[in-house]
Nanobody, 120 residues
Framework: QVQLVESGGGLVQPGGSLRLSCAAS????????MGWYRQAPGKQRELVAT???????DYADSVKGRFTISRDNTKNTVYLQMNSLKPEDTAVYYC??????????????WGQGTQVTVSS
């Protein structure tokens, strides 16, 4: 059983900052790629940022220069530092991880989602 537990969402004014965290727990061999996605009301879920186990990162164009993804492999945790937030960043943010499980291969897991609201 693998679980992803997110924290750090909330309400922030435009131009403000938030930091999201997501920790993977359970019985597994390793965590490969980790990432953050978001879904705004009435829109499809979209990629925000990903980070490989080696630290390579990728970002959506809309967040480049404002958001930073990082991870702590000793804690199986991924972070998303969000700066210069805009109202259009308002969405439910979901953590995602590709987890290598014992005797079961790779599995794709999602967190429960955390709300980020950017409003004055």
């Amino acid at each position: 059983q693998v679980q992803l537990v997110e924290s750090g969402g909330g309400l922030v004014q435009p131009g403000g900052s938030l930091r999201l965290s997501c920790a993977a727990s359970g019985n597994f061999f390793s965590v490969n790629n980790m990432g953050w996605y978001r879904q705004a009301p009435g829109k499809q879920r979209e990629l925000v940022a990903t980070v490989s186990s080696g630290g390579s990162t990728d970002y959506a164009d809309s967040v480049k220069g404002r958001f930073t993804i990082s991870r702590d492999n000793t804690k199986n945790t991924v972070y998303l530092q969000m700066n210069s937030l805009k109202p259009e960043d308002t969405a439910v943010y979901y953590c995602n991880a590709m987890v290598l499980r014992y005797n079961m291969g790779l599995g794709n897991y999602w967190g429960q989602g955390t709300q980020v609201t950017v409003s004055s």
